[in-house]
């Protein structure tokens, strides 16, 4: 059975403390693995896609990799402003048709304090 | 419009009764997806339509549940004979065909059932 385990549920940072957000993943075959952060009362926006094993990106304070069993979400030198819930989701391969079924983990709650 | 838009953003509604949960995509945006977010939860796939294809419905919990869209525009939700359980944010999402640039999501309804 496809799966996504997020680690740790919750996490808090004083601002500038550097850490890493863990998604693990179980699945026959991978389209693609997303990141979303979302705010309280708002959808998951969306961060990144990462394909393949070893790929890399990265977009302001945050940087995603990959590897066969698990994506890092690392943050550096956090802000207040990035507190809020990242989401990892998979797309799994296999199935039948072309569906777009995202498979998402329950997220990790991260606090940032000043 | 400049993203997903649903509503109503609210609804309480009470036990036994049907309501009618409403989505429009973003324009140009071929493929549209529902999900449902629990209290504390991750996302739960609902249901995905692409284009003229035949929807995957395989995430819907019952026959309560039941989705509709109009060519590539607006979807619909409903929920018939509303249980508790049911209560929950419905996020609806649109993307292009080319799934590498993420989904969009809507600010999601959030239901309560009474």
């Known amino acids: 059975e496809d799966q996504v385990t997020q680690s740790p549920e919750a996490l808090r940072l004083q601002e500038g403390e550097s850490s890493s957000l863990n998604c693990s993943y179980t699945v026959s075959g991978l389209r693609g693995l997303f990141w979303y952060r979302q705010d309280p009362g708002k959808g998951p926006e969306f961060l990144f896609t990462?394909?393949?094993a070893g790929e890399e990106k990265e977009k302001e304070r945050l940087k995603a990799t990959l590897t066969k069993k698990e994506s890092f979400l690392h943050i550096t030198a956090p802000k207040p402003e990035d507190s809020a819930t990242y989401l990892c989701?998979?797309?799994?391969?296999?199935?039948?048709?072309?569906?777009?079924?995202?498979?998402f983990g329950q997220g990790t709650t991260l606090q940032v304090k000043p | 419009g400049a993203g997903v838009s649903q509503s109503p953003s609210n609804k309480v509604t009470e036990k036994g009764k049907d309501v009618e949960l409403r989505c429009d995509p973003i324009?140009?945006?071929?493929?549209l997806y529902w999900y449902r977010q629990r209290l504390g939860q991750g996302l739960e796939f609902l249901i995905y339509?692409?284009?003229?294809?035949?929807?995957?419905k395989s995430g819907l919990p019952s026959d309560r549940f039941s989705a509709e869209r109009t060519g590539e525009s607006v979807s619909t939700l409903t929920i018939q004979r509303t249980q508790q359980e049911d209560s929950a944010v419905y996020l609806c999402?649109?993307?292009?065909?080319?799934?590498?640039?993420?989904?969009?999501f809507g600010s999601g309804t959030r239901l309560t059932v009474v």
């Open positions: 339509f692409q284009g003229n294809s035949a929807p995957d």
């Open positions: 989701a998979v797309h799994p391969l296999g199935g039948s048709g072309n569906t777009g079924k995202l498979i």
């Open positions: 990462l394909y393949s």
């Open positions: 324009s140009g945006h071929t493929a």
């Open positions: 999402a649109s993307s292009p065909r080319d799934r590498g640039m993420g989904y969009t």
